[in-house]
């Protein structure tokens, strides 16, 4: 019987999107596999992380590609791309995490070419008039990270529904991220 590789990460990262603390043990039972087995695939948990990372830069530039970055006003981007995201936001936020405590300055590459097409984004909206230009496009990338994991786990823990996620996050980063009439 061989083991599907993507079952088993999507798998652990739904355990540790719920419980990030979770043991390789635990990873195991949830994929519905042995511990043997999980470690000759992934040697200790920075490898399952690693392999999560790829996996979870792997969701963000899918997303990122449906949502049309270039196409339509910044609000309409920005709401395709939320819709876009919401599915993987438990594996980011959960990565967002995970990636401080063993990352250090190596950051994987995959983030900064992400990071980099959600900020020119930014960029693009400041350029039209749409967006605040007192607020860097580097700024506003971080805060959507942090509102689509903080809406992740609100969602997660039932402090808010789940379909209120997009219209919350699109809402609450507009309302400080839109240029007002006035500037």
């Known amino acids: 019987m061989t083991l599907d590789r993507e079952q088993v990460l999507r798998s652990a990262a739904a355990l540790l999107t719920r419980k990030s603390t979770a043991t390789m043990d635990e990873v195991a039972r949830a994929a519905g596999i042995g511990r043997a087995t999980l470690h000759r695939?992934?040697?200790?948990?920075?490898?399952?992380v690693?392999?999560?990372?790829?996996?979870?830069?792997?969701?963000?530039?899918a997303a990122l590609d449906a949502a049309v970055l270039d196409e339509g006003t910044s609000?309409?981007?920005?709401?395709?791309l939320i819709a876009a995201i919401e599915p993987s936001a438990g594996l980011l936020s959960f990565l967002?995490?995970?990636?401080?405590?063993?990352?250090?300055?190596?950051v994987n590459e995959g983030w900064n070419r992400l990071d980099a097409r959600v900020s020119a984004f930014f960029r693009r909206g400041?350029?039209?008039?749409?967006?605040?230009?007192?607020?860097?496009?580097?700024w506003l990338t971080e805060?959507?990270?942090g509102l689509v994991s903080s809406g992740a786990w609100a969602v997660l823990e039932g402090r808010v529904a789940?379909?209120?996620?997009?219209?919350m996050i699109v809402e609450l980063l507009l309302g400080g991220a839109r240029r007002s009439v006035e500037q």
């Open 143 to 145: 805060a959507l990270y």
């Open 126 to 138: 400041q350029e039209r008039g749409e967006f605040r230009i007192d607020l860097t496009p580097a």
């Open 162 to 167: 789940g379909k209120d996620f997009q219209y």
């Open 75 to 80: 609000e309409e981007v920005l709401r395709r």
């Open 50 to 61: 690693r392999a999560l990372e790829n996996l979870g830069i792997q969701e963000v530039g």
């Open 96 to 106: 967002v995490t995970e990636n401080q405590l063993f990352e250090g300055d190596e």
């Open 41 to 48: 695939h992934f040697a200790g948990r920075d490898a399952l």
